[in-house]
């Protein structure tokens, strides 16, 4: 198999590289995953409307994907 090399900015390498730690990752996933949460408290509450509670959530669970794979 062969390897690609991929540039990214250094703002981007730093975030890499901290959540290629598993700790950090989880922490940072736990964090994410209850403000999934509270969204969707205040979605089902009807404190925000679908199209930005649903906004968020995308957002978040990109966030979430990321940083898992990040640490696998």
Known sequence: MSKVKV???ESAKGWIERFQYKDDAN???TVIQRIISYVIDNWVGEFISDTEAKDMLITLSNAD???KSLGE
């Open 65 to 67: 994907n990321i940083i």
């Open 27 to 29: 922490k940072e996933r």
């Open 7 to 9: 540039e990214v900015s």
